[in-house]
């Protein structure tokens, strides 16, 4: 299966991509076929005053990265939690379905517009805890990664 | 009151001290008096073959940095996970307390020691997902941060 990172908009933080950079590097290992993609946004949509058009604009954009056999995880704050171990399962119930491919999708600072959660097949949290949507980037690069070790019981997890 | 913030060991990844730095930073604005600081356990405690004898070292030489008046909030898997808002809302609690000091406290990887435990006056985890204990470091920054923002109704935190 190829496994598609999707992030809104551009890494800020040159920090954050080093270690992005780090574990993707090593996921490849596990998963040669994952791929880490930032979608520009027209940056007209940053003029908007409504914030549920700019939403519904960022929307409009994303979903045309999104294919209709993909399956989609979005990373949400009001998604399922889960111990590293339980995403890990997660990841392997996933891969073992007849899906082309599965996308997880990163949202921007405003979250995500209604369409986004309709087309969704699953939404999960890393944390409970709100951290910056640049630096959620890294965190589920790390979580993705860890899932890998977890799963070929490596001695990364402890 | 001062905040200490304990790591066990040096921060290995570079990547990691820029963006603590820049939380550190930024966090200073708002507790000029807090610190940032990496413990140095001996090298020999980690010939030790048993785990739980690493442990008991490193928490021998961890507990000769903490004063018996100090407030003791510990990083650990166990612990409870909060929202960022209900996290800000614990610190406001502790802050207007009559503690001198408060020191957050970052393991090793293997966990602490019992000693600690029992010594520990709260214990909190950042996610329910396992992070590297160099990663915590950073994410404890950026929350701590994040919460001072809360508690001032800025608009870092949406």
Redesign the interface.
């Known amino acids: 299966m190829r496994i598609l990172i999707l992030a809104t908009g551009p890494t800020q ?4 991509q ?2 992005m950079d ?1 574990y993707l590097k090593r996921l490849k290992n596990y998963q040669p076929k994952v791929e880490y993609k930032e979608i520009k946004i027209p940056s007209k949509v940053y003029s908007y005053k409504d914030i549920n058009e700019i939403k519904k604009a960022e929307a409009d954009t994303l979903l045309t990265h999104i294919d209709d056999a993909d399956y989609l995880t979005i990373l949400d704050e009001r998604g399922k ?4 171990t339980a ?1 890990a399962n997660y990841i392997s119930s996933i891969l073992i379905r007849g899906y082309k491919r599965w996308v997880f999708l990163i949202g921007g ?3 995500f517009d209604e369409a986004i959660y309709l087309r969704a097949n699953h939404q999960i949290a ?7 949507h640049q ?1 959620i980037r ?2 589920l690069l ?2 993705i990664y ?1 899932a890998q070790t977890i799963l070929q019981n490596q001695s990364y ?2």
């Open positions: 933080e040159k920090y954050l080093t270690g780090h939690t889960y111990t590293s995403f600072p405003f979250g890393l944390s409970k805890m709100t951290f910056t630096m890294l965190l790390e979580q860890r997890h402890h």
